[in-house]
């Protein structure tokens, strides 16, 4: 029983992650005019399942036997999931992305303190520092690329360059779509990882992209910076380097980072006046308390039922 209802959880909350973050598989292609909300958001659906599926086993571990010395039972991975979507459902409804990750790290240490759990320190202390890393790493790599994209571009012919920014953005949009897959929902799925719950968690956040993450697209696609077609491609790129290359070390990071340094990176080379910098700060606040507040809901959580039971 307590299995089917992870399952049914897990998919729950994958549904929501996936619409709090399709602003970074989906914002920019629809931000830059390429495509309609609903086809970049399909498109961008199904490489999120694909990413679920082939690389999501590889966070499990992230959890029970990293962060925690032991395995979380289903009760305990029950509390963490019922306290990430609790957030997350908040936090999508003011339209604010955010890591799902950094929810996630939060009530499991909260639930290892309660439990009586010991913490692996330096795994959490790597995490950590690779929040940091991801932010920093994309935002160089979409400064560079963004660089080289003005360099060679303007050599290409008018067709050929609406043509090649075209493609590029697709591609982009699903490399980031297929790392939100692969590490975020994948984390989802392998607390008490199996083939049902990976799968059910694909396609639930296929169907949250496409049916919950249109006010989500609007924040990150249209109030940050004015994201034309080589932005939004580097910036897409560069998030998606950085967070596959955490993935395979089954480390969760936060794509939202990874993919908003990406386009602060490319508006750096057009000055800080291109960016909307009270959004900005919206953001920064909300990656500092997310994991903050996520502990203390979850301990909440837990005071709660251990009152009721």
């Known amino acids: 029983m307590l299995e089917l209802l992870y399952i049914i959880l897990a998919a729950i909350l994958s549904f929501v992650i996936a619409a709090n ?10 931000g830059s005019g390429i495509a309609s909300y609903r086809t970049a958001a399909l498109y961008s659906g199904f490489f999120v399942l694909l990413g679920a599926l082939l690389e999501g086993g590889k966070m499990e571990g992230a959890i029970s036997g990293g962060i925690v010395y032991g ?17 997350m459902l908040i ?6 992305p955010l890591s799902a990750s950094q929810i996630m790290v939060g009530s499991v240490v909260a639930v290892a303190l309660w439990y009586n759990f010991s913490l692996h320190t330096t795994f959490l202390t790597l995490i950590f520092i690779s929040w940091v890393l991801t932010f ?14 003005s360099f060679l571009t303007p050599k290409l012919r ?26 975020t929902i994948g984390l989802v799925a392998s607390l008490k990882l199996s ?12 169907l949250g992209t496409y049916f919950l993450g249109k006010k989500t697209v609007k924040t990150a696609g249209k109030k940050i910076v004015s994201l034309d077609a080589p932005r939004a491609f580097a910036a897409q790129i560069s998030g998606a380097i950085v967070v596959e290359l955490f993935t395979q070390f089954h480390m969760p990071v936060s794509i939202t ?3 908003i340094g990406g386009i602060i990176g490319t508006a750096l080379l ?14 920064a606040i909300s990656w500092v308390l997310a994991p903050l507040l996520s502990f203390v809901f979850t301990f909440l959580l837990l005071t709660l039922s251990s009152w009721l039971l």
């Open 21 to 30: 973050n399709s602003a970074n598989s989906v914002g920019t292609l629809y």
């Open 91 to 96: 936090f999508t409804y003011f339209s604010m």
């Open 270 to 283: 057009k000055g800080y006046r291109e960016m909307h910098m009270k959004t900005l700060r919206n953001l």
């Open 71 to 87: 395995i979380l039972n289903f009760q305990m991975s029950l509390i963490v999931l019922l306290s990430t979507f609790l957030l």
């Open 257 to 259: 980072q990874a993919i």
């Open 195 to 206: 083939a049902g719950s990976l799968g059910l968690a694909g396609v639930a956040a296929l």
């Open 158 to 183: 008018i067709f050929s360059l609406s043509r090649f920014y075209t493609i590029s953005l697709f591609i982009g949009s699903a490399f980031i779509a297929y790392t939100l897959g692969a590490n």
């Open 136 to 149: 920093i790493a994309a935002m160089g790599v979409a400064y560079f690329l963004y660089m080289l994209l």
